[in-house]
């Protein structure tokens, strides 16, 4: 294919755009797999979706938040806890107390699902791949990686779906199944100070970056620049005399990827921030990478998930809570603040997601275990806000009113951010697929 | 042979009601008790009778965490942010103080019944006038953030036999101590044995149960010691005693197993410490000598404790928290036990 568009270019630097753009997508359907033809199928909407530059940003809350303490108290109720409810800036809707800042803006900027109903009751990734089975001969992708694959623009220099973590205990790391490796995430973890275990938080390390992206000490960023237009020089001299060579083109596009993590490296740390922003997210590791995902947003990384864990409170449930909660409030309403201060919210879907709730049984020892149902929330591009869909009874044992699974949540963040949710891509085993399953219908009521 | 006394602990009296009970006091010279819940209700309890006289009220939105008795008035403290004064006879709200931000987590009067002192998570312990209920002063000195830049939380505050100063105990293990007269801070203790971080940030632990010695010189601090029991993975209880003018750490147990103490007291011989816990895979109520520095005694207890009073000779003892309300039940009800204390005098010679 890459050798009947050669000699065609009339030499302008949009068409040039055009024509790498692609040989960019071409590049990926050898380097990825054969799903990436699928792209094709609609450039014109593909093309539309990268000029309105959507992107989504989703706060991962790992090991399984309690919907009592942040989106669906109950006060007073032998379930309730000790935590009273605030009235928020939607009429008849009460958050957690531990969520003021939250309570004030969900009119503002947020839809809340109080009903969603995982059928997980475990630590695994299931939900992030929208209920599919993780193991098996088909390899489905995770939820970030089929939005990463939907928005992002191939040859951009930036990477598509960055994953940061900042604590050391469980986490799930994404894939991009049969959509092809270039949509797996970059995983910035904690480093380990020690190599072993066991480890203390203090033999941890919060990293803004990933590693690598920096130059060794003993190479010039010039030096760095003449050895890649040597390697790009010989490398076209080969390929014109060779036929296409995928594994050619795959180290071009994975040196490409390295060169522009270089390039952007000052994206990933709090360099230039004003002091009152870096205030406002917060000095925690969490508030920190969503001030950094905030960033990697507004240069156009179509994907960024930003973990916090470890809500699995089975005992000490409120104290945890207490803690983390007022947290997430600080950093959720920093960022959809600053989003929106900077006109990036209308482009940006922010989520909130866990791959669970918690009990409303108190056990033993002052915590709650796993829960199937939890509340999630949707907040900025195509989101109508103050729209508390879905309803729990009293005591937040089960759901009573529209009730919504994983595929349709997953419609609904299609939905919103421009994406057909009905779309197929082909597996590997060669069947269409789509994004959700066929005759999924969105949560309409939340979308603008 | 043994050359110390030694203790036996029988339960003889129980009694059960729906959610937990969080906070106890007793009624001088008596068995009549007030209990605090986590439905918001309070309940006096007459353990004289055969069958437990039980009248209760609706007093709190959720949790009465804490509660202390005058000659003729009941003060409740809850998870609502409220301080409700209560006749104690009729049970009837003499007053609603709502000027608390978050949860206020305890209380303490002191020895002449004029102040009441409330610790409150936003770090800031406020001594009222009992008779009144108007604000005398606010005391600032907690950190507002533990060393990770997260909320905090101040757990408990007592008075000094007599009623010079004030103690206050918070999550991150600092314990400040105030004259009362003045709202001066004269001390600040640091004991971080009882706070850490696990390996996923979260901070864990705390100072729950604080209490001065008879004589006044050394004070008690209960609590967990550096594990992670939200990770089934254990750690220790914990007390220790300072002598609180110097700061000097006289007396540590970490002994008795994987739980919380809650709430410590002095035995009114002034010898040994009575420590009661739970949450985790232990439940405990233990008593320590200071001389010979050994735990007395350890009682297996049949629930999480989260509270006790005692009666004035410490031959009974009245514990609240909750259990299964059946064997492997998972239907858990509150439950106030009485306990009966008998302390064998070593043999002569």
């Known amino acids: 294919m890459a050798s009947s568009m050669k000699g065609m270019w009339c030499g302008s630097q949009e068409h040039e755009l055009s024509r790498r753009t692609f040989f960019g997508a071409s590049a990926g359907v050898?380097?990825?797999?054969?799903?990436?033809?699928?792209?094709?199928?609609?450039?014109?909407?593909?093309?539309?979706?990268?000029?309105?530059?959507?992107?989504?940003?989703?706060?991962?809350?790992?090991?399984?938040?309690?919907?009592?303490?942040?989106?669906?108290?109950?006060?007073?109720?032998?379930?309730?806890?000790?935590?009273?409810?605030?009235?928020?800036?939607?009429?008849?809707?009460?958050?957690?107390?531990?969520?003021?800042?939250?309570?004030?803006?969900?009119?503002?900027?947020?839809?809340?699902?109080?009903?969603?109903?995982?059928?997980?009751?475990?630590?695994?990734?299931?939900?992030?791949?929208?209920?599919?089975?993780?193991?098996?001969?088909?390899?489905?992708?995770?939820?970030?990686?089929?939005?990463?694959?939907?928005?992002?623009?191939?040859?951009?220099?930036?990477?598509?779906?960055?994953?940061?973590?900042?604590?050391?205990?469980?986490?799930?790391?994404?894939?991009?199944?049969?959509?092809?490796?270039?949509?797996?995430?970059?995983?910035?973890?904690?480093?380990?100070?020690?190599?072993?275990?066991?480890?203390?938080?203090?033999?941890?390390?919060?990293?803004?970056?990933?590693?690598?992206?920096?130059?060794?000490?003993?190479?010039?960023?010039?030096?760095?620049?003449?050895?890649?237009?040597?390697?790009?020089?010989?490398?076209?001299?080969?390929?014109?005399?060779?036929?296409?060579?995928?594994?050619?083109?795959?180290?071009?596009?994975?040196y490409s990827k390295v060169r522009g993590l270089m390039d952007n490296a000052h994206l990933f740390s709090l360099e230039g921030e004003p002091q009152n922003v870096i205030d406002r997210y917060g000095r925690t590791p969490f508030g920190q990478q969503a001030l950094v995902a905030r960033r990697l947003i507004e240069a156009g990384v179509p994907f960024v998930r930003v973990n916090r864990g470890w809500w699995d409170h089975h005992g000490q449930n409120f104290e945890f809570h207490q803690e983390m909660v007022p947290e997430l409030d600080m950093v959720m309403s920093a960022l959809l603040d600053d989003l929106n201060d900077r006109g990036l919210l209308e482009h940006t879907l922010v989520l909130t997601f866990s791959e669970m709730g918690r009990t409303p049984y108190i056990n033993s020892s002052q915590g709650r275990d796993h829960f199937p149902r939890m509340s999630v929330t949707l907040s900025g591009c195509g989101i109508k806000p103050g729209v508390i869909y879905g309803k729990t009874d009293k005591d937040g044992q089960e759901i009573v009113q529209d009730e919504v699974n994983l595929q349709q949540f997953f419609a609904t963040v299609f939905q919103a951010v421009g994406i057909d949710h009905q779309k197929e891509n082909m597996a590997s085993d060669g069947r269409p697929v789509p994004l959700t399953d066929y005759k999924t219908e969105p949560i309409r009521e939340v979308l603008a | 042979m043994t050359s110390e006394p030694s203790l036996q602990f029988k339960s003889v009296r129980e009694y059960s009601c729906d959610g937990d009970l969080l906070s106890v006091v007793r009624i001088p010279e008596t068995n009549q008790l007030f209990a605090g819940g986590s439905h918001g209700q309070i309940m006096h309890i007459d353990l004289a009778p055969e069958t437990p006289v039980v009248s209760s009220w609706p007093a709190h939105v959720s949790y009465v965490s804490s509660?202390?008795?005058?000659?003729?008035?009941?003060?409740?403290?809850?998870?609502?942010?409220?301080?409700?004064?209560?006749?104690?006879?009729?049970?009837?709200?003499?007053?609603?103080?709502?000027?608390?931000?978050?949860?206020?987590?305890?209380?303490?009067?002191?020895?002449?019944?004029?102040?009441?002192?409330?610790?409150?998570?936003?770090?800031?312990?406020?001594?009222?006038?009992?008779?009144?209920?108007?604000?005398?002063?606010?005391?600032?000195?907690?950190?507002?953030?533990?060393?990770?830049?997260?909320?905090?939380?101040?757990?408990?505050?007592?008075?000094?036999?007599?009623?010079?100063?004030?103690?206050?105990?918070?999550?991150?293990?600092?314990?400040?101590?105030?004259?009362?007269?003045?709202?001066?801070?004269?001390?600040?203790?640091?004991?971080?044995?009882?706070?850490t971080h696990d390996t996923n940030g979260h901070g864990y632990g705390g100072i729950r149960g604080l209490a001065f010695s008879r004589d006044g010189l050394l004070i008690a601090a209960c609590g967990n010691q550096a594990g992670d029991t939200s990770q089934i993975g254990g750690s220790k209880a914990l007390i220790r005693v300072y002598d609180w003018a110097t700061g000097e750490s006289t007396h540590e147990w970490n002994v008795g197993g994987n739980f919380f103490y809650e709430r410590v007291q002095f035995h009114p011989n002034g010898v040994w410490l009575i420590g009661v816990g739970g949450a985790g895979a232990e439940q405990k109520i233990a008593v320590f000598d200071l001389v010979s520095k050994s735990a007395v005694h350890l009682e297996a207890s049949p629930m999480l404790n989260f509270d006790f009073a005692m009666s004035e000779k410490a031959d009974r003892l009245f514990t609240v928290g909750r259990k299964d309300a059946t064997a492997n039940s998972r239907i858990k009800r509150g439950y106030l036990i009485q306990w009966e204390l008998t302390t064998t005098a070593p043999p002569a010679g």
């Not at chain 1, 938040?65 to 009235?87: C, L, N």
């Not at chain 1, 469980?170 to 066991?198: C, D, H, M, S, Y």
């Open chain 1, 30 to 254: 050898f380097a990825g797999g054969l799903t990436g033809l699928n792209r094709l199928k609609a450039p014109v909407l593909a093309d539309e979706l990268r000029r309105n530059q959507k992107r989504v940003l989703m706060l991962f809350l790992n090991g399984g938040a309690s919907q009592f303490e942040t989106f669906d108290p109950k006060p007073g109720r032998p379930t309730g806890g000790p935590f009273v409810s605030i009235p928020t800036s939607v009429p008849g809707y009460q958050m957690s107390e531990l969520m003021p800042e939250m309570a004030q803006r969900i009119g503002k900027y947020t839809a809340v699902i109080r009903s969603i109903e995982t059928k997980n009751g475990d630590h695994v990734d299931v939900p992030l791949y929208g209920g599919k089975p993780t193991t098996g001969v088909v390899k489905f992708p995770s939820l970030g990686c089929m939005l990463a694959s939907e928005l992002a623009n191939p040859d951009s220099p930036l990477p598509h779906h960055v994953s940061f973590t900042n604590y050391l205990g469980q986490n799930f790391f994404e894939t991009a199944g049969f959509l092809g490796a270039r949509w797996n995430p970059l995983n910035i973890q904690p480093g380990r100070v020690k190599p072993e275990p066991p480890f203390t938080i203090e033999d941890s390390v919060v990293n803004l970056a990933p590693s690598g992206n920096k130059l060794p000490d003993f190479l010039t960023d010039e030096e760095h620049f003449k050895r890649g237009q040597l390697r790009s020089f010989l490398g076209k001299s080969f390929a014109s005399e060779n036929a296409y060579d995928s594994t050619l083109n795959s180290y071009e596009s994975a």
């Open chain 2, 67 to 195: 509660l202390v008795l005058t000659n003729d008035q009941l003060i409740s403290a809850g998870s609502d942010h409220r301080l409700i004064w209560w006749d104690r006879e009729s049970h009837r709200p003499l007053r609603i103080v709502d000027d608390h931000p978050k949860w206020v987590r305890a209380l303490a009067l002191s020895p002449d019944q004029r102040i009441v002192a409330s610790v409150c998570d936003d770090m800031v312990c406020r001594l009222w006038e009992t008779s009144s209920g108007k604000l005398i002063r606010e005391l600032h000195g907690h950190s507002l953030q533990t060393s990770r830049f997260l909320p905090s939380k101040l757990y408990q505050c007592t008075f000094s036999p007599d009623g010079s100063h004030l103690a206050t105990a918070d999550q991150s293990g600092q314990i400040l101590i105030w004259e009362v007269a003045t709202g001066q801070q004269v001390t600040k203790l640091m004991a971080p044995h009882f706070f």
